[in-house]
């Protein structure tokens, strides 16, 4: 039904006789029973009942006073009709898609061609209706622009122009104007769109579960909430892929098929006992913690099989009663959440019954920018167990106080003091606390002894920090660059060809000798075959080549198993550029080390006066490290990338002895606590 009813309708053998209209109400009477359609939020219910006829009214005029009578009916459309065109370029990407159609974002998460796609098509519609609303969204063209980008660009516009009628996006400048649309920072006033083009990259790419999420904040309030699931099955009834859910604040969730505009409405389960709950949640382990996730369904005693998906169609599993509980536990104590990834589906789970809570019980704060920066992790139920579930969290995430033990070193504070101070500003009782001074040297030898794994481009202080870290520590620090450095060199004097002589390059490779000689305070001294080369492996002509040298697969197996042999027993700190996913990708501690460019090349050109190369520019250095920074990227084997479970540190406006406490504190607290 578009508004207009026109013909004849048939139920069962059931001939209409008659057709009576009235509000938003439509009465067929036949001799045998009458059928009421009730229009309710372009939502068709029918009951079978006895009814009267009626005055005749104009159902068309009352429709339209209905939607005009329901706040953000219009922004709701809207977004529908962007989502749905989302849904058709992501579904199109799919169908095309090759693996090396992708790029990889700083967080390490998978981008595809078919973000781009749909986020510049869901933009697009929202701008031709609501010009001046601002968009906070996932993307931005800066991940397109530079010579590298060209193809995929081309790529998007065909793509992204396939699915409409007549071209949106003639050319590059066209497309880039409309992503970059959504650079807004959100915050607590005015309102603003927030899209995640395709929520859970990893389920598109292997054909599972994503979505495309829209949702409008005003005043920190979400108001409009849409969820564009393609690969989604209809629940109860599993008989079709491809569903639609969205809300409006106050006025409930529903759901239709894309391909079918009729919506149902829709409502979390009414389970009460939390036994009889289904778990939702991620699954990526770096998403949630998976084993905590385990204990709390132990404290609920959960029996049923958990449902791991990713994206937001874990929201749509419980808003329509699938499941009862989606946990998104912190994996990560400075992790923030994005806004994106949960604006359109809290909307939705709140208007069909649900409750959405952090972990400490808190409301999401939609007010703080693009991140939910004030609350940790995410609980979604079906509400009637939510404070069960929250305790069992509590439970599990934040244990009652056994007891505090608290070792120091030097501190002007005596031991019965910082105890004091500590039953002072708590509610703990001071038998439960023990301070003690102790010998930090001790200390650590007394503890496990784990593999630090430290990476990151050219320049970004990871050599020096990563050799006192580990006198600190009282560790064996390794300077895998170095070992490339020394092939390199060798090459060099031998007059070998690294490119035309791969073969004896990795000869080489094979048969170095390299040690490491370290003193108190002093730079390590590097012996290669036996003497000392500690400044050779340093000289400019060196970083000309060094990215050949690594690229060189039989040079990167050797040295990686000489790295990995040394590092086998722990208590070793080692840097390089693909340490934590390659050579130690088990390491306890993984630190991913960046800098601005210009911080990089100052700091190296200082390196170079030092040694005595005066005639060396900064504008050189930089361009050296641009070029190396894309050569490392991009080379297939062993390419410059941050492991999904590495912190990053900026040092660009850090010291090194900010840099060098920061890090010990940080490795201090993992080896106490675990």
């Given at each position: 039904y578009q508004r207009r009813v026109r013909g004849f309708c048939f139920f069962n053998n059931c001939f209409a006789t008659s057709l009576i209209k009235n509000n938003n109400t439509i009465s067929i009477n036949n001799k045998n029973n009458n059928f009421n359609f009730n229009f309710n939020y372009k939502t068709i219910n029918f009951t079978m009942g006895q009814t009267q006829t009626q005055e005749l009214q104009n159902l068309d005029n009352k429709m339209q006073e209905n939607q005009e009578n329901i706040p953000?009916?219009?922004?709701?459309?809207?977004?529908?009709?962007?989502?749905?065109?989302?849904?058709?370029?992501?579904?199109?990407?799919?169908?095309?898609?090759?693996?090396?159609?992708?790029?990889?974002?700083?967080?390490?998460?998978?981008?595809?061609?078919?973000?781009?796609?749909?986020?510049?098509?869901?933009?697009?519609?929202?701008?031709?209706?609501?010009?001046?609303?601002?968009?906070?969204?996932?993307?931005?063209?800066?991940?397109?622009?530079?010579?590298?980008?060209?193809?995929?660009?081309?790529?998007?516009?065909?793509?992204?122009?396939?699915?409409?009628?007549?071209?949106?996006?003639?050319?590059?400048?066209?497309?880039?104007?409309?992503?970059?649309?959504?650079?807004?920072?959100?915050?607590?006033?005015?309102?603003?769109?927030?899209?995640?083009?395709?929520?859970?990259?990893?389920?598109?790419?292997?054909?599972?579960?994503?979505?495309?999420?829209?949702?409008?904040?005003?005043?920190?309030?979400i108001v409009v909430g849409v969820l564009g699931c393609p690969n989604l099955h209809s629940f109860p009834e599993q008989n079709k892929k491809g569903v639609i859910l969205s809300a409006i604040k106050n006025h409930g969730a529903t759901t239709r098929y894309i391909d079918n505009p009729n919506e149902v409405a829709i409502r979390v389960t009414d389970i009460t006992d939390s036994s009889e709950a289904i778990i939702c949640e991620s699954v990526e382990a770096a998403h949630t913690a998976h084993g905590d996730a385990q204990e709390i369904a132990d404290i609920l005693r959960v029996t049923k099989q958990s449902v791991r998906m990713d994206s937001q169609a874990k929201y749509a599993s419980v808003a329509r009663g699938e499941a009862s509980i989606y946990l998104r536990l912190p994996t990560s104590s400075t992790y923030e959440e994005r806004i994106w990834d949960h604006a359109a589906g809290v909307c939705i789970i709140k208007e069909a019954g649900g409750i959405v809570t952090d972990v400490h019980g808190q409301q999401l704060d939609f007010t703080a920018g693009r991140t939910l920066k004030n609350n940790k992790g995410v609980i979604v139920t079906n509400g009637k167990i939510h404070e069960k579930v929250l305790e069992a969290v509590g439970q599990v995430l934040f244990p009652p106080i056994q007891k505090i033990e608290i070792s120091?070193?030097?501190?002007?504070?005596?031991?019965?003091?910082?105890?004091?101070?500590?039953?002072?500003?708590?509610?703990?009782?001071?038998?439960?606390?023990?301070?003690?001074?102790?010998?930090?040297?001790?200390?650590?030898?007394?503890?496990?002894?784990?593999?630090?794994?430290?990476?990151?481009?050219?320049?970004?202080?990871?050599?020096?920090?990563?050799?006192?870290?580990?006198?600190?520590?009282?560790?064996?620090?390794?300077?895998?660059?170095?070992?490339?450095?020394?092939?390199?060199?060798?090459?060099?004097?031998?007059?070998?060809?690294?490119?035309?002589?791969?073969?004896?390059?990795?000869?080489?490779?094979?048969?170095?000798?390299?040690?490491?000689?370290?003193?108190?305070?002093?730079?390590?001294?590097?012996?290669?075959?036996?003497?000392?080369?500690?400044?050779?492996?340093?000289?400019?002509?060196?970083?000309?080549?060094?990215?050949?040298?690594?690229?060189?697969?039989?040079?990167?197996?050797?040295?990686?198993?000489?790295?990995?042999?040394?590092?086998?027993?722990?208590?070793?700190?080692?840097?390089?550029?693909?340490?934590?996913?390659?050579?130690?990708?088990?390491?306890?501690?993984?630190?991913?080390?960046?800098?601005?460019?210009?911080?990089?090349?100052k700091r190296r050109l200082k390196e170079l006066h030092n040694s005595g190369h005066k005639q060396i520019d900064l504008e050189s250095i930089m361009k050296s490290i641009k070029d190396r920074d894309l050569a490392d990227e991009s080379r297939t084997i062993g390419p410059l990338k941050r492991a999904n479970d590495a912190i990053l540190f900026d040092t660009t406006y850090l010291t090194m002895d900010q840099q060098l406490n920061y890090l010990f504190n940080f490795i201090l607290n993992y080896i106490n606590t675990h």
């Open positions: 953000y009916s219009k922004e709701r459309t809207v977004a529908i009709e962007a989502v749905l065109k989302g849904c058709a370029a992501a579904m199109s990407v799919f169908n095309k898609l090759v693996s090396e159609e992708t790029l990889v974002k700083k967080d390490n998460s998978p981008v595809t061609v078919g973000d781009f796609c749909v986020q510049a098509l869901v933009i697009k519609v929202l701008t031709e209706v609501f010009p001046n609303d601002p968009i906070v969204a996932e993307e931005h063209s800066k991940d397109l622009r530079g010579p590298n980008g060209e193809v995929m660009v081309n790529k998007i516009l065909e793509l992204a122009n396939s699915v409409v009628e007549k071209p949106w996006f003639e050319t590059a400048d066209d497309l880039f104007k409309i992503l970059d649309r959504g650079i807004h920072n959100g915050g607590s006033t005015g309102r603003f769109w927030v899209l995640d083009p395709i929520d859970g990259t990893k389920g598109f790419l292997r054909g599972e579960q994503f979505a495309v999420c829209l949702a409008l904040i005003e005043n920190g309030e120091i070193k030097g501190h002007k504070l005596t031991p019965e003091e910082i105890k004091r101070a500590i039953v002072a500003a708590s509610s703990i009782k001071e038998s439960l606390i023990t301070v003690q001074e102790i010998n930090q040297e001790k200390y650590l030898e007394s503890k496990k002894r784990i593999m630090v794994a430290i990476d990151g481009p050219a320049g970004a202080g990871k050599s020096s920090t990563a050799r006192l870290l580990a006198q600190k520590l009282g560790y064996l620090y390794i300077d895998t660059g170095a070992m490339y450095r020394a092939v390199a060199l060798i090459c060099l004097e031998n007059a070998i060809d690294p490119v035309n002589e791969a073969q004896k390059v990795a000869e080489i490779a094979a048969n170095l000798n390299i040690e490491f000689i370290y003193e108190a305070d002093k730079n390590a001294r590097i012996l290669v075959n036996g003497t000392d080369r500690s400044q050779d492996i340093r000289k400019p002509e060196i970083i000309n080549i060094i990215s050949i040298i690594a690229a060189n697969e039989n040079v990167r197996n050797s040295l990686v198993a000489k790295q990995q042999k040394i590092a086998i027993n722990g208590g070793i700190v080692m840097d390089g550029r693909d340490i934590g996913t390659v050579v130690l990708p088990n390491a306890q501690i993984k630190i991913f080390m960046i800098a601005s460019v210009e911080e990089r090349a």
